[in-house]
């Protein structure tokens, strides 16, 4: 198979289809509005109820100078908003025309549970407030941030000015966005040098390679930032002054919506996201608690989970740990089938090595084994003298491995099930937490791994990114080497790199 392929390319059956599959988020809040809308005209005994779910209009923002574009069940306005100072200096108001429906006044978090989801799209852009969007599980946060996304870029269309990012791979993949550490130019193991955020954004901005970060900056007029919980707050408070220093005079002033819920995953390193610097300023009362659990078919597992999120053992927390259990003979024939997840590197090693016994059915091929080395930064201050990279010692750069997530060995076979750990792969939908079988090595001995359940970027080359081959639900790629680097603390300006 060489040339261009895609979905259309792969399987011209389900080029009808593709549209929907882009669309699906979209149609599945459109159901819910009908849903909601019908039910509502069942039961209400007040003509103006059915205003609740009427199409309404919404005035475009200044000075985008955009033209409208239907999305969802609402229209925008040809009138252009103006910026007034309300909410904070991220505060936008649209001028209302006469033939304007009014929103729907009260809590957005009430309206969030008892009303139309679009209702609550326009008046958070109406209101033009940065707002954390929180909620426990099963509430539609992510549905609900991948429809919030489609509504604004049907009213703010022009590249970039839309841009959705999460701290990890996987939560970025789920969203539909990219890593905020790609977004704005972070190197790997990035750390502030300072404690002034704005003197910190200045040193990158200031930086060659960041001028066509600060370019792609400058044109977000909204960013939604998904599982803040795990964003640290000193990360938060850069994020936040390289939004503001890249904007050109005279540019609409950004806004940010943050999603995620403070009881879940925390920081690896750092304090919670909401004691930054700039979390009340930005934020100050504009929160919308999703309340309102979709889930309705399982409550025994969303009482299960609101309880394990509140650290309480009950009776829903054992009777689903209870289902999961395994006796010994059963766990015999899962052995080598199912993920482990072990305290300590040796058990890992150990485990592994009788799953691929048992795989191989003979001599498995030798583990590849990383070379480390030391190079000089090419983003170090300029101004210190270079470092001598000939002179770090090996305990040195050991030791700026201690906290790789690259291991030093990996074993192997055809089969076998391996995991990527990098985000390199993104452009082809790939991320850190991918996981895919050994399925052939090449002649350079890098292997092909076969990922299933995955949906094809549209575009997709036949030999660009190692992509060997796809289908409608997998991809082969060729895993060829990736650099891992770790900073000496011992020798600043020099790097430990891992391949």
């Known amino acids: 198979m060489d040339g261009l392929f895609s979905f259309y390319g792969i399987h011209e059956s389900i080029k009808?289809?593709?549209?929907?599959?882009?669309?699906d988020d979209v149609e599945e809040a459109l159901r819910r509005d009908a849903a909601l809308c019908a039910r509502r005209k069942v039961v209400s005994t007040d003509?103006?109820?059915?205003?609740?779910?009427?199409?309404i209009m919404v005035a475009t923002r200044a000075p985008a100078d955009v033209s409208s574009v239907p999305g969802l069940d609402t229209t925008a306005s040809n009138g252009g908003g103006a910026l007034v100072a309300r909410g904070g200096s991220n505060a936008v108001a649209a001028d209302a025309t006469a033939d304007t429906a009014p929103l729907p006044q009260g809590s957005l978090t009430h309206m969030a549970a008892n009303q139309s989801w679009t209702l609550v799209f326009a008046r958070l852009f109406e209101n033009g407030v940065s707002t954390f969007i929180s909620g426990?599980?099963?509430v539609g946060k992510s549905i609900f941030l991948r429809c919030f996304t489609s509504f604004l870029r049907s009213r703010l269309p022009q590249p970039g000015s839309v841009v959705v990012a999460a701290l990890t791979g996987s939560a970025a993949k789920t969203a539909k966005g990219v890593t905020f550490h790609s977004f704005c130019g972070f190197p790997k193991n990035y750390k502030m040098q300072g404690d002034d955020p704005a003197h910190e954004a200045a040193h990158l901005l200031g930086q060659?390679?960041?001028?066509?970060?600060?370019?792609?900056?400058?044109?977000?007029?909204?960013?939604?930032l998904d599982e803040i919980s795990m964003v640290a707050a000193d990360k938060l408070d850069v994020i936040n002054k390289?939004?503001?220093?890249?904007?050109?005079?005279?540019s609409p002033p950004f806004l940010v919506y943050t999603f995620?819920?403070?009881?879940?995953?925390?920081?690896?390193?750092?304090?919670?996201?909401?004691?930054?610097?700039?979390w009340r300023p930005l934020f100050g009362d504009g929160m919308l608690e999703l309340t309102r659990v979709h889930r309705q078919e399982q409550p025994d597992f969303v009482q299960a989970i609101r309880d394990a999120r509140l650290g309480r053992c009950t009776e829903f927390v054992q009777k689903h740990m209870d289902e999961c259990f395994v006796d010994d003979e059963a766990y015999k024939a899962l052995g080598c089938t199912v993920l482990h997840l072990m305290p300590r590197h040796n058990d890992v090693i150990a485990h592994n090595a009788k799953c691929?016994?048992?795989?191989?059915?003979?001599?498995?091929?030798?583990?590849?084994?990383?070379?480390?080395?030391?190079?000089?930064?090419?983003?170090?201050d300029r101004s210190l003298r270079d470092p001598d990279v000939h002179n770090v010692s090996p305990f040195s750069r050991d030791a700026a491995f201690l906290d790789c997530i690259a291991p030093l060995r990996v074993q192997h076979c055809c089969g076998a099930r391996v995991m990527l750990v990098c985000n390199n792969l993104l452009a082809i939908g790939l991320f850190h937490g991918s996981i895919g079988n050994v399925r052939d090595y090449d002649c350079d001995g890098s292997p092909v791994v076969r990922f299933e359940n995955h949906q094809v970027v549209a575009g997709t080359r036949v030999g660009t990114h190692g992509v060997r081959d796809a289908g409608v639900d997998w991809i082969e790629v060729a895993c060829t080497p990736v650099d891992f680097e770790?900073?000496?603390?011992?020798?600043?300006?020099?790097?430990a790199v891992r391949r």
Not at 47 to 55: G, L, N, Q
Not at 486 to 495: D, E, I, K, V
């Open 47 to 55: 003509d103006c109820d059915s205003s609740r779910c009427s199409t």
């Open 486 to 495: 770790a900073c000496f603390f011992s020798c600043p300006g020099a790097l």
């Open 242 to 250: 390289l939004l503001r220093q890249s904007r050109r005079q005279g």
């Open 208 to 224: 060659d390679r960041w001028k066509p970060i600060a370019r792609r900056l400058a044109k977000v007029e909204v960013l939604l």
């Open 136 to 138: 426990g599980p099963g």
């Open 356 to 380: 691929l016994l048992r795989l191989c059915l003979g001599d498995r091929p030798q583990d590849f084994v990383a070379v480390d080395s030391v190079k000089a930064d090419p983003n170090r």
């Open 260 to 278: 995620g819920d403070f009881l879940q995953l925390k920081p690896t390193i750092g304090a919670l996201a909401f004691t930054a610097r700039c």
């Open 16 to 23: 009808d289809s593709v549209a929907a599959w882009k669309d």
